[in-house]
C-alpha cells in the first residue's frame, strides 16, 4: 500500500538556521502531497501542498518540491524563527475515492533562540 | 465557524468499558474522516463518511469498533470493551468536497487503564 517515510528527529536548530526535513513516498498512483504542522496544544494544519510533479507548494517561508522521479517532497525554509517550533508531518493522498491521508511519522523540530 | 470541535478532549477508562467520542465537523462538510494517533506516530486512518455513509473503513478498525454520522452532521466513534492498546489520540477531520483541504480537530486523548 502507500507510505509516507520521513527523516528521523527530533531536529534541533538555531534561530535563522536553514531547514530541510526529508520525506519520501511510495505510492501506486499519482497522488497529491502534504506538509502538516502542529503547533504545541493546537490541532493538525495544513502547511503547504503539492497536486502534481514539479509543482511548488509554499507558506509562511517554507517550500517543498513534488519530485515524481526521487518520489520525494523535502520540506525547506531559509530561516527558521522559535516559533517554527513545532511537529511536521509528510502526508499524501490519492485522487480517487475517500481521499484519505497517509501519513509520514512525524519530524518534531524545536528551534533555539 | 468555529472549526472542526471534538469531545471529550481527555478520556480516562478502565480496560473492558466502553466508550464514546463526538465530532461536530465544520458546517456544510460533507467529508468526516477519522484518524488514530499513537505516540511518535503520523496519523493512521480509521474511516471515512461522506454524509451520513460510511464509505470506507481500514483494517484496523477491529469489529470493536463502530461509527455513525447519523444526518450526516455531528459522528460518534464508539470502542467497546477497550483494550490498553487502544490508548491513543482520536482525530477527526472534515472537508467541504474533494479535493479540498481537510480540516482537524484538536482529537480526544483516551487512555485505557
Known amino acids: 500500500g502507500d507510505s509516507v517515510t520521513q527523516m528521523e528527529g527530533p531536529v534541533t536548530l538555531s534561530e535563522e538556521a536553514f531547514l530541510t526535513i526529508n520525506c519520501t513516498y511510495t505510492a501506486t498512483g499519482y497522488p497529491s502531497l502534504f506538509w502538516y504542522v502542529q503547533y504545541p496544544g493546537e490541532g493538525l494544519q495544513l502547511l503547504l501542498k503539492a497536486t502534481k510533479a514539479d509543482d511548488k507548494g509554499s507558506n509562511k517561508g517554507f517550500e517543498a518540491t513534488y519530485r515524481k522521479e526521487t518520489t520525494s517532497f523535502h520540506l525547506e525554509k531559509g530561516s527558521v524563527q522559535v516559533s517554527d517550533s513545532a511537529v511536521y508531518f509528510c502526508?499524501?493522498?490519492?485522487?480517487?475515492?475517500?481521499?484519505?491521508?497517509?501519513f509520514g511519522q512525524g519530524t518534531r523540530l524545536t528551534i533555539n533562540p | 465557524d468555529t472549526g472542526v470541535s471534538q469531545d471529550p478532549r481527555h478520556k480516562i477508562t478502565k480496560r473492558g468499558q466502553n466508550v464514546t467520542f463526538r465530532c461536530d465537523p465544520i458546517?456544510?462538510?460533507?467529508?468526516l474522516y477519522w484518524y488514530r494517533q499513537t505516540l511518535g506516530q503520523g496519523p493512521e486512518f480509521l474511516t471515512y463518511?461522506?454524509?451520513?455513509?460510511?464509505?470506507?473503513k481500514s483494517r484496523l478498525l477491529s469489529d470493536r469498533f463502530s461509527a455513525e454520522r447519523p444526518k450526516g452532521s455531528f459522528s460518534t466513534l464508539e470502542i467497546q470493551r477497550t483494550e490498553q492498546g487502544d490508548s491513543a489520540m482520536y482525530l477527526c477531520?472534515?472537508?467541504?468536497?474533494?479535493?479540498?483541504?481537510?480540516?482537524f480537530g484538536q482529537g480526544t486523548r483516551l487512555t485505557v487503564v
Open positions: 463518511f461522506q454524509n451520513e455513509a460510511q464509505l470506507e
Open positions: 458546517s456544510e462538510h460533507n467529508r
Open positions: 502526508a499524501l493522498s490519492d485522487l480517487q475515492g475517500a481521499q484519505k491521508l497517509v
Open positions: 477531520a472534515s472537508s467541504p468536497r474533494e479535493n479540498t483541504e481537510a480540516f
